[in-house]
């Protein structure tokens, strides 16, 4: 047995690492491409070619945790329809690989890949994401989200306060920050615009050229004046006043931390998913919704699952007769079959945050799904055999 798993793991290892490589191949000349562009205009800052190829680089390691589950489906599907073709499998069939041993052999191996997308998803890609985001930062100026910025979102006793940063430098500086400071009642307090924040080692922000503005409900209070207004029929309505203030610096404490600004303004595919869990739970004890956050944490849990799916989708192709020369058309087929896979699961994604669906369901539903109608089609084929 030990013979028969060496045999099929070698084969699908390399027919894996072929496909991984061609398609990281395309997708680093695609991306060097429109990094032309780039290079044109930032050129004046010094932005030259073999920093763009890092820029580009540094882009693999996410492209490999997206595309080595349909690697790994390509790869699995050549490998079952060639030996099928050759009779290798039903050798392997007398030999006594049966089908509970042959779902339990590819399965093995899908736990081998599934740790190498989680690695790949989870560590490789958010570091060498955050590190061509450093990079580009230097020439090109901040990160942010276009021309609004990031929200978040604060509580402090019984204040709570709405912040807004435009962008966020590769140094950690912050740019164009502004905060709306709101009571209990949900009345607006006061409004701070500041040029420049950043964190400080006490976690609280340091804001620099601070435009301030405080609204106060105030209320004639001295009893004269009451009377005063009732004679001249004036009601006792509270009227805001407004103080402006401008300041060089200012020291606002905060429980917002840098990498919470951060998480805001990636996408949220990028962030590990213990970072990912964090922003979640800071989301929901500020009052705001986490339904995309949530869909995309699940995702990221049940993604790496997708290389079991992929090996189950394609253990069918084992057991089909197939006739000189139409070899070709069943890996085609099992190869629409994976991409439909990928676009299912993004279009749940999407239906999921617009119907308020469960995150996990919106999220493992696709798998699952898949995952019945491969295990029912190698049951089919077994039983018919």
């Known amino acids: 047995m030990n013979t028969i798993r060496r045999l099929i793991y070698g084969e699908i290892l390399r027919a894996v690492g072929f496909v991984i490589v061609a398609f990281l191949l395309l997708f680093f000349f695609f ?39 349909i690697a790994v489906l390509i790869g699995t599907i050549y490998v079952m329809a060639r030996l099928a073709e050759s009779s290798e ?23 081998g890949f599934v740790a190498l997308t989680f690695i790949c998803g989870d560590y490789l890609a958010p570091e060498a994401n955050r590190a061509g985001q450093i990079l580009k930062g230097r020439f090109s100026g901040e990160l942010t989200v276009g021309q609004t910025g990031a929200w978040l979102k604060d509580r402090q006793d019984d204040r709570s306060y709405s912040v807004n940063v435009a962008a966020l430098s590769p140094s950690g500086s912050m740019s164009n920050v502004r905060i709306f400071e709101f009571d209990a009642q949900g009345r607006l307090l006061s409004t701070t615009k500041a040029a420049q924040a950043r964190v ?3 976690d609280a922000w340091t804001l620099q050229n601070v435009q301030r503005r405080e609204f106060e409900l105030a209320t004639q209070n ?7 207004q009732a004679n001249q029929g004036l009601s006792g309505d509270k009227r805001p006043q407004v103080s402006n203030s401008a300041l060089p610096e200012l020291r606002w404490p905060t429980s917002l931390s840098i990498d919470m600004v951060a998480a805001a303004l990636l996408s949220p595919d990028r962030m590990q998913t213990v970072d990912l869990f964090q ?33 189950v989708l394609a253990l069918p192709f084992a057991y089909l007769h197939f006739r000189s020369g139409n070899i070709t058309g069943y890996v085609f087929m099992g190869v629409l079959a ?3 896979f990928f676009l299912l699961n993004n279009v ?4 999921g945050n617009l119907r308020n669906w469960e995150p996990w369901m919106a999220a493992a539903a696709p798998g699952l799904l898949y995952s019945l109608i491969s295990l029912g089609a ?8």
């Open 89 to 111: 499998f039903t050798i392997l069939r007398t030999s006594g690989l049966g089908p509970g041993r042959a779902l339990g052999t590819l399965l093995t191996l899908g736990v």
């Open 31 to 69: 991306d060097f491409v429109d990094e032309l562009q780039a290079l044109n205009r930032l050129a004046p800052q010094g932005y030259t070619l073999p920093m763009a190829l890092l820029y580009v680089a540094l882009l693999v390691p996410a492209h490999m945790y997206e595309l080595l589950p």
């Open 200 to 202: 400080g080692d006490d």
């Open 222 to 228: 001295a009893s004269n004046a009451s009377k005063s």
């Open 348 to 351: 749940f994604g999407f239906i």
């Open 338 to 340: 994976g991409i439909s």
């Open 279 to 311: 922003y979640i739970r800071h989301l929901d004890d500020n009052g705001q919704s986490a339904q995309r956050y949530e869909i995309q944490f699940w995702r990221k849990v049940f993604y790496p699952l997708s290389c079991l799916v992929m090996m």
């Open 378 to 385: 190698f049951r089919w084929l077994v039983v018919r055999q």
